[in-house]
């Protein structure tokens, strides 16, 4: 069974910093793993999304390391921003799972002015 | 493209009703999941579909919920009877293959009281 965890649980930085989230999964037989993006009473928006076949993905200053052998994902956040706040989710799809995406408890960043 | 589309965006109930969410998947997508999202248990995934028969619910909690996909656009999610500790957001996401990722709903936000 795919388990995933998310270290920290919350993280506070100072505004610029460039910051590293942290995500394993147990289960390296895997579809794919995304990053998501989710405000405080919203729903979730997807960040990223590394194929099983990929190493990284970038998208402005995010971006997402996958490490199957490791059962490790990273997401860099450069130059971080007060509008980066929020909290952030991974989710893997294991083969062996029949499609299910399955995530972590998150990391709740707070970026301070 | 709209987007999954869910409604109610809030409900608020009392105990012993029946309630029913609604979904909208992006047209073209063939796998519809259903997920409950708690402070205590996170997102969890409870039923989903591919070509609008459900494959897995061993994530629904008990025989008091159920779910149906008449059809390629529209699921629904019904709770009969109503339990306050149903209270939870209940996230609809669509997906046309699993290797391209997935794209949430904003989101229902039920209250049993």
């Known amino acids: 069974k795919q388990e995933v965890t998310q270290i920290p649980a919350a993280l506070s930085v100072p505004e610029g910093e460039n910051l590293v989230l942290n995500c394993s999964f147990t289960?390296?037989?895997?579809?794919?793993l995304q990053w998501f993006r989710q405000d405080p009473g919203k729903g979730l928006t997807s960040l990223l999304l590394i194929q099983s076949s990929q190493r990284e993905q970038t998208s402005g200053r995010l971006n997402a390391s996958l490490d199957k052998s490791s059962g490790r994902s990273t997401l860099y956040i450069a130059a971080s921003q007060p509008g980066d706040s929020a909290t952030y989710l991974c989710?893997?799809?294991?083969?062996?799972?029949?499609?299910?995406?399955?995530f972590g408890q998150g990391t709740r960043l707070t970026i301070n002015p | 493209d709209a987007g999954v589309i869910q409604s109610p965006r809030h409900e608020v109930t009392e105990m012993g009703q029946e309630v029913t969410l609604r979904c909208k998947p992006i047209?073209?997508?063939?796998?519809l999941f259903w997920y409950r999202q708690t402070m205590m248990r996170g997102l969890e995934l409870l039923i989903y579909?591919?070509?609008?028969?459900?494959?897995?619910d061993s994530g629904m909690p008990e025989d008091r919920f159920s779910a149906k996909m008449p059809n390629a656009s529209f699921s629904t999610l019904k709770i009969q009877p109503s339990e306050p500790r149903d209270s939870a957001v209940y996230f609809c996401a669509s997906s046309s293959q699993v290797i391209r990722g997935y794209t949430f709903g904003s989101g229902t936000r039920l209250t049993v009281v």
């Open positions: 289960d390296s037989a895997i579809y794919n």
């Open positions: 989710a893997a799809t294991a083969i062996q799972g029949a499609q299910k995406l399955v």
């Open positions: 047209s073209g997508h063939d796998y």
């Open positions: 579909f591919n070509n609008n028969v459900p494959i897995d």
